[in-house]
């Protein structure tokens, strides 16, 4: 092989490295295997694979592939990496991870970083889940969390409000409590203590027995809403 091969096939092999995230990934709460996870995917990316599986990218970690998973929900669960879903020419929808999160919390301008208390509070609430679960919870239900979190700024006590209603009523499913949450939300319901007032009304309903028209002189539109199946 001649050196202007080898000078072409060295060129070839190298991708585009952000020194931001190599300089900050610690102070936006990356630990090193987390990194070394982001940079493997990335290289996925450019390899033609937007959406490799964690057995795929566990064999060039130091873990196992259940190692690997962990990194996979870590970082979804720290809002560094989601899930998106985009189709194909054929019309095919193909999942894809995106970083699209990472990058703007390194390059957007003036972003308030979230306090340990708020970051502390929110990594709290995924354990909370998993344990009520008894599993750990799949991508797409981290998502969600991040989701009732980010988008629809639901407070992390709310969102545990919500999940020990749905314990409670033997509804424990991620679709129940997002219906919690949409009519807490809808009806200004903000702290635990309305919501523990709102559940403690509607329980005592139940208990009691009584019928819409025999409560009507009460608001229990909060609840019939999302306690009604689909």
């Known amino acids: 092989m001649s050196n202007y091969q080898q000078y072409q096939d060295i060129l070839n092999d190298q991708m585009t490295l952000s020194k931001k995230l190599l300089m900050n990934y610690q102070s936006i709460g990356l630990t090193d295997a987390e990194l070394i996870t982001v940079l493997q995917i990335q290289r ?18 130091t873990g196992t592939d259940q190692d690997c998973s962990r990194l996979l929900r870590s970082l979804i669960k720290k809002n560094i990496l989601v899930i998106e879903q985009k189709r194909n020419e054929d019309g095919i929808l193909n999942e894809y991870y995106s970083f699209e999160p990472l990058w703007e919390k390194l390059y957007t301008a003036g972003e308030e970083v979230p306090s340990t208390t708020d970051a502390a509070s929110q990594e709290n609430l995924f354990v909370l889940f998993e344990q009520e679960f008894g599993r750990l919870l799949s991508p797409f239900e981290i998502e969600t969390i991040n989701i009732w979190l980010d988008q629809d700024e639901q407070p992390p006590s709310l969102i545990k409000a919500a999940l020990r209603e749905a314990v409670l009523m033997g509804k424990l499913n991620f679709k129940y409590i997002d219906r919690i949450l949409r009519e807490w ?46």
Do not use: C, H, M
Request: aromatic letters at 14%; proline letters at 5%; zero cysteines.
């Open 185 to 230: 939300k809808k009806k200004g319901i903000r702290s635990v203590d309305q919501a523990r007032q709102a559940g403690k009304q509607f329980r005592g309903q139940q208990k009691s027995g009584e019928t819409v028209s025999q409560s009507s002189n009460k608001d229990i539109s909060l609840y019939y809403n999302w306690l009604e199946e689909e």
């Open 44 to 61: 996925f990316y450019y390899d033609g694979n937007p959406f490799p599986t964690p057995a795929e990218i566990s064999k060039y970690l």
